[in-house]
């Protein structure tokens, strides 16, 4: 075999050219100048570990940095958790902190001290803002390195900036190594989600080719290598680009031949470090993927000379490599791994206890880095008190799940630590009240709960009554966001009773009786639920408890707009949003909000809701609360809002403004509503391309996305279709279950008008329809109490339609039709103008022509402004068959009247003298007098002769002139 001899000691950060990968790269540029262009992205580049990430990225910052843009790197730190929150934004940043313009990650609350409301949100929402900024000097690329590493609060950060940006001049890239994804691995739902995300695409590392690997280790040794080198390292590493270097650099093992794994490799080269230098590594090895300098010198005890001797040789062996002016990386993860694993297990926790007395007698690294090493080294009671610490530390940062995840690793440690109370200064009773409301906080309402019942528990029999009520309060409050009402209640109610008169327990018993309100309130007990919310009222109020104050005016205001009392409904949720602000309580302002839009919508009062809608989005963006879920479902109400209202331009906009990248809870409403835009203007390949096929299932949406793909159908001309779609959607959701439940009222009455479309002559299936919105009418339960005016006019709708399907007399259409265009008075610009049409029809059907006259020309004036060229069209065809005068008459062709052409072309779609008769408002013997005449003057004996001498002569154009 051919000797492979050992590589000289290279520069540090020596890297070699960039081998292959011309396809990727190509991707990588292709975005990097649509950021630099306008159009924000993000690209994750996958592989396993050894296959190029890294090198890859590295090109990319250089043509970056080449054409002026900004790069912006950040790290995750192996052991995820074990890491501050943010830890690769806060690298990342860091360049931007002498602008003024990077977030302030390092100031927050004090130690355990929770934020108010939506404090992370704010802070994702400070991170963005911080990122545009930067992003007008120069495009900026924001390079995040092993994202399988990344922690939780980071992870959903990064989540949150590719969901957000869409015209910023910013590229995020982030690696990721596929091999360390195990089916567990909390990364792998977010990659899902991220991937279905129309501004990031994912780029998939190969190994090299046999071909690849020959330049690659070519332009490492700097010279040609033997062939048959070549052919065995290649084998050997399967084209792993690491893995080969490794080989090339370890050479030959004893016997000459190569090691067989990748750790033989590594540590074979290892073992030509010097002694000193290798137990260095090791050393540092137990650190972590990086260490920083003055942490390892505490560990190792080694003079300042000796130890930068050391570091000086295992950087020039290319093992370690300077990271930043603090510390030193190891040059690759999988020679970090080779070595930790290679530890013994005594040698092991010998070096975490190093590192955590070192940890704790300097303060060199984060609690959850001490926590982590006292766990390693079975140091129980420090792993502990650490373990608190890091949840103080997640916490002051605004990651309450990380913060979270640290208790719940720490309660499990309590009962091993005899002195567990003396050592944190706390008890286990308040800790696991903590974590229940961290959990809640993360969004793990059951976790929540069931930690919280945990706390009830632990809570002694003699307990305050402060405490007591503190432990009830709290179960309630879980058991209420699970919807476990009963269970809430009773544990409010005992929150109540332990609490007492007891002035220390005057805010939980306050926050038991408002949480006690909406329980009640959620099982329909109203007078039950008035009494709690009042009594938590008059305890905030006593107490100037504004958080607790605005939730009970809330409740009460609910209960207001139940009972009908719109006025003192709006008058309480307009209190309730000022109260919430004024104390820092900003999300419960925004759902104060955000119910007092949507009851003015309920009730009819479109300019008031869309005066409330415009108001509350502006405030949430400029508090940080866009994306928070009542801020998306504001968003998603004022594009709803332009809809009805006519304003169409802004609809599309405002939908678009959020764009498909938005979670679901706004991507979906507003995206039904473009789609329902694009449907109305004729853009059906459009429209039915924004409607994605699982929105149907929602519980929420499902209902609505039918409505539009109905009207998708209907634009197509397939009103048998829509039909299907409709009934379908009205017979399969839950009825009063369903929280859109009175929806139902709009998808029944366009099924029977869908039916009516279609021909169908089935009466049993529209009766059912109709027994089917009657149980609605009758078990439903609007917002107000009182069925609102959308509902009452959909209930008209589907009278009418049933009116026109069953062919009843042109004066019960007219009444019919006539109800409804005064019901979508309130104002619903779209339907009122479709129902106008309907009229029109009836109305000339009735032979009322000059009355049906001035509703065509203001059905047609609505068309037009809202550019709904499908409406327009069928207005100006009803104009032309009922022979009033319209904005755009027919011409007569050849020896044919306007009236003959319309009839011939009816006979080229095969009607009879009936269905002309029909189509045209007139009788059929009329319509038979009209074929004579044509007959007569093209000189043809039959039908099919005189649509040929039509088509011949150029008088047809052909086609159907009803579009069907």
């Known amino acids: 075999m051919t000797s492979v001899p050992v590589l000289p000691p290279a520069p540090a950060g020596a890297a070699p050219a960039l081998v292959g990968r011309d396809e990727e790269l190509a991707a990588l540029d292709a975005a990097l100048a649509a950021a630099s262009r306008g159009t924000a992205g993000g690209v994750l580049v996958e592989a396993d570990a050894g296959v190029g990430k890294s090198r890859l990225v590295a090109e990319l910052v250089a043509h970056a940095r080449s054409a002026g843009g900004t790069v912006l790197l950040g790290h995750c730190a192996s052991g995820g958790g074990e890491a501050l929150p943010y830890l690769p934004f806060v690298e990342a940043l860091e360049p931007l902190r002498g602008s003024g313009s990077a977030p302030a990650f390092w100031s ?11 404090s992370q949100l704010q802070l994702f929402d400070t991170v963005a803002a911080a990122l545009v900024a930067a992003a007008r000097s120069a495009p900026v690329l924001l390079v995040l390195e092993d994202l399988h590493w990344a922690d939780a609060a980071s992870r959903d950060l990064l989540t949150y900036l590719l969901r957000r940006v869409r015209d910023e001049r910013l590229l995020v890239v982030a690696t990721v190594r596929t091999d360390d994804l195990h089916r567990r691995h909390p990364l792998r739902p977010v990659l899902s989600e991220l991937g279905r995300l129309p501004g990031v695409q994912r780029v998939l590392l190969e190994p090299f080719t046999g071909e690849e690997t020959a330049h690659f280790l070519r332009a490492l040794a700097g010279r040609d290598l033997p062939s048959a080198t070549v052919r065995r390292i290649h084998g050997r590493s399967e084209g792993n680009a690491y893995y080969a270097a490794e080989l090339l650099l370890a050479g030959p093992a ?33 650190g972590g993927r990086r260490v920083r300098h003055d ?75 001490l926590a982590h090493h006292a766990r390693q080294s079975n140091d129980l009671p420090r792993a502990l008190v650490a373990g608190l610490a890091a949840a103080d530390e997640a916490e002051r940062l605004r990651a309450p799940g990380q913060a979270w995840r640290h208790l719940e690793e720490a309660l499990p440690l309590w009962r091993s630590v005899p002195d567990a109370q003396e050592r944190t200064g706390t008890t286990l009773l308040a800790v696991t009240v903590r974590a229940s409301r961290l959990a809640a906080s993360a969004g793990e309402v059951a976790r929540s709960a069931l930690t919280a019942l945990d706390a009830v528990g632990l809570l002694p029999a003699d307990a305050a009554p402060a405490q007591a009520a503190e432990v009830h309060q709290q179960c309630a409050s879980a058991l209420w966001a699970c919807d476990r009402f009963e269970e809430g209640i009773a544990q409010a109610q005992l929150a109540v009773s332990r609490g007492g008169d007891d002035p220390q327990a005057r805010h939980a018993v306050a926050w038991a009786a408002a949480v006690a309100a909406r329980c009640l309130l ?34 009460l205001a609910g209960l207001d707009n139940l009972a009908g009392r719109l006025a003192d409904a709006d008058a309480l949720f307009t209190r309730a949003a000022a109260t919430a602000e004024a104390g820092g309580h900003l999300g419960t302002s925004l759902r104060a909000r955000y119910n007092l839009a949507a009851d003015r919508y309920d009730r009819g009062d479109l300019r008031g809701a869309a005066q409330v809608l415009d108001a509350s989005c502006a405030w949430a963006a400029t508090v940080g609360l866009s994306w928070s879920p009542y801020g998306l479902t504001l968003l998603a109400l004022q594009a709803r809002t332009s809809f009805v209202t006519g304003e169409f331009d802004r609809a599309l906009a405002q939908a678009r403004a959020l764009g498909p990248q938005a979670p679901v809870l706004a991507a979906l409403p507003v995206g039904i509503v473009a789609a329902e835009v694009l449907a109305a203007r004729g853009a059906v390949e459009e429209a039915e391309a924004v409607l994605e096929p699982d929105w149907f299932d929602d519980v929420e949406e499902g209902l609505p996305a039918a409505a539009a793909r109905a009207e998708v159908l209907r634009g197509r001309g397939d009103a048998a279709g829509a039909a299907s779609v409709l009934l379908e959607a009205l017979g399969s959701f839950p009825g009063i279950e369903h929280p859109q439940h009175l929806l139902g009222l709009r998808i029944g009455a366009q099924a029977v008008g869908a039916l009516a479309d279609a021909g169908s002559r089935d009466d049993a299936l529209v009766r059912g329809v109709q027994e089917r919105v009657a149980g609605l009418l009758t078990l439903g339960q609007p917002r107000a109490g009182v069925l609102g005016p959308e509902g009452r006019a959909w209930t008209d709708v589907l009278g009418a339609e049933a009116a026109r399907f069953r062919g009843a007399p042109p004066a019960e259409q007219v009444r019919a039709w006539e ?111 009209h074929v004579s005449r044509i007959f007569a003057k093209l000189g043809a004996s039959s039908r099919a002769e005189a649509v040929s001498i039509g088509l011949r002569s150029g008088i047809l154009a052909g086609g159907d002139p009803d579009g069907e």
């Open 108 to 118: 927050a609350a004090a130690p355990g001290e929770a934020a108010v409301d939506l």
């Open 522 to 555: 959620g099982l329909d007990r109203f007078a039950q639920s008035q009494a709690q919310a009042q009594l938590a009222l008059d305890l905030a109020r006593a107490d100037d408890l504004a958080s607790a104050e605005a939730d009970a005016l809330i409740t």
């Open 295 to 369: 942490l390892l010198a505490a560990v190792t005890g080694l003079p300042a000379p000796e130890l930068e001797a050391r570091l000086r040789d295992a950087v020039a062996f290319r093992v370690l490599e300077p990271d930043g002016d603090e510390g030193y990386a190891f040059r690759h993860a999988l020679l970090h791994e080779a070595l930790l694993d290679d530890l013994l297990p005594g040698e092991r926790v010998r070096w975490h206890a190093a590192y955590a007395d070192a940890i704790a007698a300097h303060g060199l690294a984060p609690a959850a880095r």
């Open 254 to 286: 004893r016997g000459g031949r190569l090691p067989s794994g990748l750790a033989d490799v590594v540590l074979t080269r290892l073992e030509t470090l010097p002694t000193p230098v290798s137990d260095l590594v090791r050393t540092a090895a137990v």
């Open 819 to 929: 109800r409804v265009v005064e019901a979508f008075g309130y104002g619903n610009v779209p339907e009122r103008a479709r129902s106008r049409w309907r009229l029109a029809e009836a109305l000339v059907a009735a032979g009322r022509r000059e009355d049906a006259l001035p509703v065509l020309q203001e059905a047609r004036r609505t068309a037009e402004r809202l550019h709904a060229k499908p409406l327009v069209a069928v207005l100006d065809d009803l104009a032309r068959r009922a022979r009033v005068a319209g904005p755009a008459p027919l011409p007569g062709r050849g020896p044919l009247t306007p009236r003959e052409l319309q009839v011939l072309e009816l006979l080229a779609a095969g009607r009879t003298n009936r269905q002309v008769g029909e189509a045209l408002f007139m009788a059929e013997k009329t319509a038979s007098v």
